[in-house]
C-alpha cells in the first residue's frame, strides 16, 4: 500500500514534534548563602545573623567540618539564563561567579578579597546545594551555599 504525501509530511512533523523541539530551556533559579559558621553558642551581638535553614544545616553535618554552629550573613536570589554568566555579590569581599553550561551543570567561580578562591564545575539539579569554602585564618569560617531552586 502506498501513502498520500500528506501522510509522510504528518509523520515527519510528529517525530519532529517528539524530538525535543519544543521550548527553549528555562532560566535556572538559584539562592546564595553567604555562611559564617563557629563553634560560639551565638552569633556577635552586633551583627544581625539568623541560623542557617534546616536543609542547610542538616547539608553542612554531612560535611567534615569542624565547626557546630552556621549562621546566615546574607542571602541572594538570582536567575541564570542557559549559557550565560551572572556575578553575584555577597560582601564587599566576597563574590561568585555562575555559568549555566547544560540544563543541570554549572561552573562556578568563588572570589575572595578580589583573587580566584576556587573554581568548579558540575551538576546542580533542582533542590541541590552546593558548597564553597576556602582557607580561615582563624577559629571561624566562611562559606557559600548556592541552592538551586528551578
Not at 31 to 41: E, I, K, P, S, V
Not at 132 to 149: E, H, I, M
Request: aromatic share 8%.
Amino acid at each position: 500500500m502506498i501513502m498520500a504525501p500528506w501522510v509522510w509530511v504528518s509523520l515527519a512533523l510528529a517525530l519532529l514534534a517528539s524530538a525535543g523541539f519544543g521550548a527553549p530551556p528555562a532560566d535556572m533559579k538559584l539562592q546564595a548563602y553567604l555562611l559564617w559558621g563557629t563553634n560560639d553558642r551565638n552569633p556577635p551581638a552586633d551583627r544581625n545573623y539568623q541560623p542557617v535553614n534546616p536543609d542547610i544545616r542538616q547539608k553542612l553535618k554531612s560535611l567534615p567540618l569542624k565547626w557546630a554552629h552556621w549562621y546566615e550573613v546574607k542571602r541572594v536570589d538570582f536567575q541564570v539564563a542557559p549559557g550565560a554568566s551572572r556575578e553575584v555579590t555577597l560582601s564587599d569581599k566576597c563574590q561568585v561567579k555562575l555559568r549555566q553550561l547544560a540544563s543541570a551543570e554549572v561552573e562556578v567561580l568563588l572570589i575572595g578579597q578580589g583573587k580566584e578562591v576556587m573554581k568548579r564545575r558540575q551538576a546542580l539539579p533542582k533542590g541541590d546545594l552546593l558548597v564553597l569554602g576556602g582557607n580561615s585564618p582563624n577559629a571561624t569560617a566562611w562559606l557559600v551555599v548556592l541552592k538551586r531552586n528551578e
